[in-house]
């Protein structure tokens, strides 16, 4: 499967913008998926992931309550909503995807989810959001 994500751009904190993985190739709900995010001088981290099945979400602590991840099957896409945008949020996002059931997740030692890129087996070229006033 290819993968191809989009929908980034300059938003003001407080503001929306809804990132999109499109599939080509396969069919998307094959997979689990997963959106990840790397910002400036950082290194790459989970954000958010839905199981094949549709049934489970999961997201990483800081954006809980303002992403959303679901699933247009029609579109053969995953969408990850982002509300309530912060400064924080600025990076460079990337959908990546599964052949697993269920979206590999892990529970960190301070307690808090996390998933592992190298769980991923299929990945897409980064969209840019910045959140700046």
């Known amino acids: 499967v290819q993968l191809q994500a989009s929908g980034g751009g300059l938003v003001q904190p407080g503001g929306s913008l809804r990132l999109s993985c499109a599939a080509s190739?396969?069919?998307?709900?094959?997979?689990?998926v997963g959106w990840f995010r790397q910002a400036p001088g950082k290194e790459r981290e989970w954000v958010s992931c839905?199981?094949?099945?549709?049934?489970?979400?999961y997201y990483r602590d800081s954006v809980k309550g303002r992403f959303t991840i679901f699933r247009d099957k029609a579109k053969n896409m995953v969408t990850l909503q982002m509300n309530s945008l912060e400064i924080e949020d600025t990076a460079v996002y990337y959908c990546?995807?599964?052949?697993?059931?269920?979206?590999?997740?892990?529970?960190?030692?301070?307690?808090?989810?996390?998933?592992?890129?190298?769980?991923?087996?299929?990945w897409g070229q980064g969209t840019q959001v910045t959140v700046s006033s």
């Open positions: 190739g396969s069919a998307l709900d094959a997979y689990s």
């Open positions: 839905i199981n094949r099945s549709d049934i489970r979400t």
């Open positions: 990546a995807a599964d052949n697993g059931q269920l979206c590999k997740v892990v529970i960190t030692p301070d307690l808090t989810l996390d998933s592992r890129e190298y769980e991923y087996t299929f």
